[in-house]
């Protein structure tokens, strides 16, 4: 320690200097320190807070680049498809029993037994069931239809079709068709039909033409081309039309009748749970999308697996740098704990001065990485596209996800202080001056 | 108050010293052992008997090792005795939970100490302005304007913006008393708050330090190894092998 002669008087220094100058009157005695201390630590805290700010930027990027993949995933998957169906039960065959051939009563005879032919046929009732199901709050649209194979002819060419008859202000709100159509409208009057891009090319059709449709019975009926579709799927494309409900009907001798009840849910991955209550209520049978493409769910889930798991791991990572640049910050401010302590400050009052720490860098990171974040997507969004100049998918910049990793590394930053600072409020403060 | 900066000549004992001042500190039969239980269990406080009343300036000598660090560290309620009665400012401490001592230490004592005695984030204002700060939760302009008038009186306004750690040594200390005497506290605690000072710093502290004592009633208890500096206190008791073998004065 040098003696009084070593410091000259600062060249000029106010009296009027404010007194409060350094030290806001809205923060508390506990922001005032952890503050200083951070700041006193500049290479430290600026480490720590890149660290942070990494492993944020990670679960910012990765969630919102998963999310959009999945929300890509799903949009595709399911606006060409109901989240629920309901079909008319299959036929069954029903083995005979014989109790008067002399054999033993309920005996069974032909053991080995034929599948029975599907017929097409119609739900029961299925009005009374459209309106229980459209009744349940999970359920946003019911959109019955008659479905069948048909085959189209022109002239020499003729192509086998599936053919959908619905009724379009419902089923275009589970099948957007809008966003399909790449001539023509998605209007469909009672002798329209909409065909695929590439049905239209074999039969060598466009707007306006008329299609002769004959279905196996011999049933026949003559519709005019109203639109072209492309469903982003090349057999698709070649096999589905579209038209009115009456139509169908009278195509495939389902007169009154529906083959299927498409059924749309406000959430997607519940709709397994509302379609086993939908078969409880109605008692017909209900296949979710979860269960007929199970395959893709079984993708999705693994991946939000994996994304939960290195979020896991990114944090625990944030949380150990914290906690061990905290554990040396308290080794090095030991005495000035010690002193703060001589002077009267309570061992909550250390405990907080350190939790705060770990909070603000936690904040700090989370800050930092979340623009971080943010830029990586920006910059991937403009490097990865398709070859025609867009977007692979859209990306939605979610306040949501920003406002959670914020929340998220700040609670990291004081849990994991929380060792630390218990360590410091405990300090004698006998030892810790002393040193 | 001004610092001297020379030797000020050793100040007369007040002869008229009022013996029935009300008594600051009392320590009865005071024991301290550390490693408690332990086979390399050391006892080195043996049963120290001290009373210190208001505006008295006691002086602690004694060599390396003989305990008076412990024994202020006790009194300044840092340290708890193993055995033993202490009264400060007539409240019995031994059987106080720790935020009550944390209160009583920060309301009513005041510690300089040898080294390091400041917060070297903060400017020397902030520093006295500390104890004020963690009693009152968020800052206002009466506690700075307290501050400012203690680091006045040590002479030190001018540096007041200016970081703790860019004082010299001296400058330190008076800093540091002014942080003492934030609170107003009836005892301030001094462990050899000059021995790492040249001379003329070391008066120039000790002055002031005699100056508070006198002045506010403020009673010292002041750890020295300069028997000059012994010599201008009110008494001096002195600490060998964790006993008062000697007491002058008072």
């Given amino acids: ?435 | 108050m001004a610092e001297s900066g020379q030797a000020a000549k050793p100040a007369a004992k007040p002869a008229d010293q009022p013996t029935d001042q009300p008594v600051v500190v009392e320590l009865k039969g005071v024991r301290k052992s550390f490693n408690l239980g332990l086979p390399n269990e050391t006892e080195v406080l043996h049963g120290i008997d001290l009373t210190l009343r208001r505006g008295e300036f006691c002086a602690v000598m004694g060599p390396s090792g003989s305990g008076k660090s412990t024994l202020l560290n006790i009194v300044g309620l840092l340290d708890r005795p193993t055995q033993g009665l202490l009264t400060v400012c007539g409240e019995e401490t031994t059987a106080l939970a720790d935020h009550a001592l944390t209160r009583l230490r920060g309301h009513s004592i005041g510690f300089v100490f040898q080294f390091h005695n400041l917060l070297g984030a903060f400017t020397a204002l902030e520093n006295v302005l500390m104890p004020l700060l963690g009693d009152a939760g968020f800052p206002n302009a009466a506690m700075a304007e307290r501050a400012a008038g203690l680091l006045d009186s040590v002479g030190l306004s001018p540096w007041r913006n200016q970081p703790a750690g860019l004082l010299s040594g001296g400058q330190q200390q008076r800093v540091a008393l002014a942080r003492a005497l934030a609170m107003n506290p009836a005892l301030l605690l001094a462990d050899e708050p000059t021995g790492n000072l040249d001379t003329q710093s070391a008066d120039a502290v000790f002055d002031l330090l005699r100056r508070v004592n006198r002045e506010q009633g403020t009673s010292v208890l002041f750890v020295t190894h300069n028997p000059e500096l012994a010599e201008r206190c009110d008494k001096t008791i002195e600490v060998i092998d964790g006993r008062v073998v000697a007491q002058a004065g008072g």
């Fill in chain 1, 1 to 435: 320690m040098s003696g009084e002669a070593g410091a000259a008087v600062p060249a000029s220094v106010p009296a009027s200097v404010p007194a409060l100058a350094q030290l806001p009157r809205w923060q508390p005695f506990e922001w005032i320190v952890a503050l200083r201390f951070l700041r006193e630590g500049r290479m430290q805290t600026a480490f720590i807070i890149g660290g942070v700010a990494i492993g944020v930027a990670v679960i910012v990027f990765m969630s919102a680049l998963l999310s959009g993949l999945q929300a890509n995933f799903m949009r595709r998957v399911l606006t060409g498809q109901a989240h629920i169906q309901l079909l008319p039960p299959k036929e069954t065959v029903r083995p005979l029993r014989a109790d008067t051939s002399g054999l033993k009563p309920g005996l069974v005879e032909g053991a080995v037994l034929q599948a029975p032919l599907q017929r097409l046929k119609s739900l029961d009732q299925w009005q009374g069931v459209a309106a229980q199901i459209r009744a349940m709050p999970e359920v946003l649209v019911v959109s019955p239809a008659a479905t069948g194979s048909a085959l189209v002819v022109r002239g020499d060419a003729s192509r086998a079709i599936s053919v959908v008859g619905m009724q379009p202000e419902l089923y275009f709100r589970i099948v957007t068709m809008d966003d399909k159509i790449v001539r023509g409208s998605a209007r469909l009057g009672s002798s329209d039909i909409l065909i695929g891009t590439e049905l239209a090319a074999d039969l060598g059709v466009d707007l306006g033409d008329k299609l002769r449709i004959t279905a196996a019975s011999g049933a026949a009926s003559t519709l005019t081309i109203s639109g072209i579709f492309d469903l982003g799927n090349k057999g698709a494309n070649e096999r589905s039309t579209f038209m009115a409900l009456r139509n169908a009907q009278s195509l495939l001798g389902l007169p009154g009748g529906v083959s299927v009840l498409d059924v749309t849910v406000r959430d997607v991955y519940a709709a397994e749970a509302v379609a086993q209550r939908i078969t409880a209520a109605t008692g017909v049978q209900a296949d979710s999308w979860i269960r007929t493409n199970a395959q893709f769910f079984t993708a999705v889930n693994a991946q939000q697996s994996s994304n939960t798991l290195i979020r896991l791991f990114v944090a625990l990572s944030v949380a150990l740098g914290i906690a061990s640049v905290l554990v040396v910050s308290v080794v090095q401010k030991s005495r000035e704990i010690g002193i703060l302590r001589a002077m009267g400050i309570s061992r909550g009052q250390v405990l907080r001065v350190f939790l705060l720490q770990g909070g603000l860098l936690g904040l700090g990171g989370a800050l930092v990485g979340s623009a971080l974040g943010g830029m990586a997507l920006l910059v991937w969004q403009r490097v990865q596209r398709n070859a025609d100049g867009t977007p692979l998918f859209p990306l939605t910049f979610e306040p949501g996800l920003f406002a959670a990793a914020l929340v998220l590394a700040t609670l990291t930053g004081l849990v994991s202080a929380f060792a630390p600072a218990l360590r410091a409020a405990r300090l004698d403060p006998v030892v810790a001056i002393r040193g």
